[in-house]
């Protein structure tokens, strides 16, 4: 839905993609009689929007506009499809899961602060596994958003609602950071988002795009130094 001025938009409904030679798209322009009826339908569409995206409902044309994203300009389409194909693998994330250091590392950062946990709104920016978000439920957080672009969001949900005593409050959601809409605020930030010599892989820069999209004025990352 993109707005052309006070009272017309217009409504793409389908979209061929700009992957191909040639790009076609459907749309409908809407007439709207007034300002007042036009912010309306906005404010009604953004609602239902937010509705659908914490759902986890696939659209057959997404729930964001297929527009470039800041994802797509760091990164070239055929890495991203390495790169999320990799994460995507349940052998890759039980390595990390048994990287007890690392793994104990931040339950520890999170069980040991829950002070700053308890009663919060809370993103896991690249959730993997899910484990970061679990921790942070465990903490006492209010309701956590665990966003994953790749297919281990899918696994990631599986095992989250075998917590049955913590799902209730984590909802999984499937797409990047750099494009996804969440329905509220975040009070804290938590990421695992070093790389190899801490910047390899670029997703310093999506933890980054997060803070800038979600988190509120003096709100809390973790970790925030490198």
Known sequence: LFKLGPVQSLCVSESSGASKEKSYSRAV??????EDESRDFHSAFEQWQKDV?????????????????????????????MYFH???????QQNM???YVR????????????????????VDVG????????????????HVYAVEASEMAEYAR????GNPALAQRITVIKGKVEEVELAEK??????????????NERMLESYIIARDRFLVPNGKMFPSIG
């Open 127 to 142: 959730a993997g596994s899910g484990i970061l978000s679990l921790f942070a439920a465990q903490a006492g957080a209010k």
């Open 29 to 34: 322009t809407i007439q709207f009689r007034n």
């Open 53 to 81: 995206i914490q759902a986890g409902i696939h659209l057959p044309n997404g729930a964001i506009a297929a527009s470039k994203s800041k994802f797509d300009y760091k990164i070239e389409p055929s890495s991203a499809k």
């Open 86 to 92: 990799y994460y995507g693998q349940l052998l890759h």
């Open 97 to 99: 899961l048994q990287d």
């Open 186 to 199: 975040a009070d804290i930030l938590i990421s695992e988002p070093m790389g190899t010599l801490l910047v």
């Open 158 to 161: 599986k095992l989250i609602a």
């Open 103 to 122: 793994t104990g590392t931040y339950y520890a950062a999170v069980i040991e602060n829950r002070v700053d946990f308890t009663g919060r709104v809370v």
